[in-house]
T-cell receptor, first 112, second 114 residues
Framework: QQQVKQSPQSLIVQKGGISIINCAYE??????FPWYQQFPGKGPALLIA?????SEKKEGRFTISFNKSAKQFSLHIMDSQPGDSATYFC???????????FGSGTKLNVKP | DGGITQSPKYLFRKEGQNVTLSCEQN?????MYWYRQDPGQGLRLIYY???????QKGDIAEGYSVSREKKESFPLTVTSAQKNPTAFYLC?????????????FGQGTRLTVV
């Protein structure tokens, strides 16, 4: 049973466009929702994270929108650049221990 | 520089062999994890450890074993019982406590069965 569902599986966006990746979860006990960025052959790196007490968090061109009632959260990449081309994973965890449940990943390709 | 070091970067295993993947961290983190990544799939948890000399099975522990004899080290052994071991293996670490914090990942080990 997949705890976190992510879509789309792949995404192609023109340079300067907005990239949107969506995730949904079932377990209402989750209280930490990070997004990780992974380049080919590398380990994932934390991009941005949110807790359920806020509905939005913005860091530079990256924004997380969080809808607690719908149990959904999304990543928006504004002014997408070719250097943003990577695989993005959403994740969720609960309590004080970082046992993460990851989404299946979205491969983003930003065309120049 | 603080971080997580995984070695080797590439590993080839013959059928029926056990192999051990190394993971070392100098971040002074209590918690460490092993994840498996397959193409087009998310990361799946193999084993995790919150403290030295203690570890728990994750979602796909069959065919794997770990040890946590030192805080900075969490090696993973892929045994011959793992029927489909070809994958990208990622080690991670984080602080343990009452509030979730960032997990830091190593650069991964790509294991191939030949």
């Amino acid at each position: 049973q997949q705890q976190v569902k992510q879509s789309p599986q792949s995404l192609i966006v023109q340079k300067g466009g907005i990239s949107i990746i969506n995730c949904a979860y079932e377990n209402t006990a989750f209280d930490y929702f990070p997004w990780y960025q992974q380049f080919p052959g590398k380990g994932p790196a934390l991009l941005i994270a949110i807790r359920p007490d806020v509905s939005e968090k913005k860091e530079g061109r990256f924004t997380i929108s969080f809808n607690k009632s719908a149990k959904q959260f999304s990543l928006h990449i504004m002014d997408s650049q070719p250097g943003d081309s990577a695989t993005y994973f959403c994740a969720a965890s609960k309590g004080g221990f970082n046992k993460f449940y990851f989404g299946s990943g979205t491969k983003l390709n930003v065309k120049p | 520089d603080g971080g997580i070091t995984q070695s080797p970067k590439y590993l080839f295993r013959k059928e029926g062999q056990n192999v051990t993947l190394s993971c070392e961290q100098n971040l002074n983190h209590d918690a460490m994890y092993w994840y498996r990544q397959d193409p087009g799939q998310g990361l799946r948890l193999i084993y995790y450890s919150q403290i030295v000399n203690d570890f728990q099975k994750g979602d796909i522990a069959e065919g794997y074993s770990v040890s946590r004899e030192k805080k900075e080290s969490f090696p993973l052994t892929v045994t011959s019982a793992q029927k489909n071991p070809t994958a990208f293996y990622l080690c991670a670490s984080s602080m343990a406590g009452t509030v979730n914090t960032e997990a830091f990942f190593g650069q991964g080990t790509r294991l191939t069965v030949v």
